[in-house]
């Protein structure tokens, strides 16, 4: 399985991105879907995940009103839209996806709980 993110890019404070991540293999049998971020110097951080059905979704408080995570129908990419973005959201952002079995609505924001990750695709936002 691989995972392919783009969309990351430089942008002035207070504008917006779109990411996306899209799974080669095993297309529709992806349960949770998510993203992760990490800063120069520090750790990986979660951003949001969202579950197989694409009803239930989790954000980090960092973003939570400012981000919205979304999958397709067929569950094979994931979206993350990025508004109202923040210096401290520059990072690089990779997402990831969960193949074991969970409930429809199951969310998860531990990196552990992942099975495959994407590279990454870098963010920076100048003040």
């Known amino acids: 399985v691989q995972l392919q993110a783009s969309g990351g890019g430089l942008v002035q404070a207070g504008g917006s991105l779109r990411l996306s991540c899209a799974a080669s293999?095993?297309?529709?049998?992806?349960?949770?879907m998510g993203w992760f971020r990490q800063a120069p110097g520090k750790e990986r951080e979660f951003v949001a995940c969202?579950?197989?059905?694409?009803?239930?979704?989790d954000y980090a408080d960092s973003v939570n009103g400012r981000f919205t995570i979304s999958r397709n129908i067929a569950r094979t990419t994931v979206y993350l839209q990025m508004n109202s973005l923040k210096p401290e959201d520059t990072a690089v952002y990779s997402c990831?996806?969960?193949?074991?079995?969970?409930?429809?609505?199951?969310?998860?924001?531990?990196?552990?709980?992942?099975?495959?990750w994407g590279q990454g695709t870098e963010v920076t936002v100048s003040s």
């Open positions: 990831a996806a969960r193949y074991k079995f969970s409930s429809y609505e199951y969310t998860t924001s531990k990196a552990s709980e992942y099975d495959y």
């Open positions: 969202i579950s197989r059905s694409g009803g239930s979704t």
């Open positions: 293999a095993r297309t529709g049998s992806t349960y949770v």
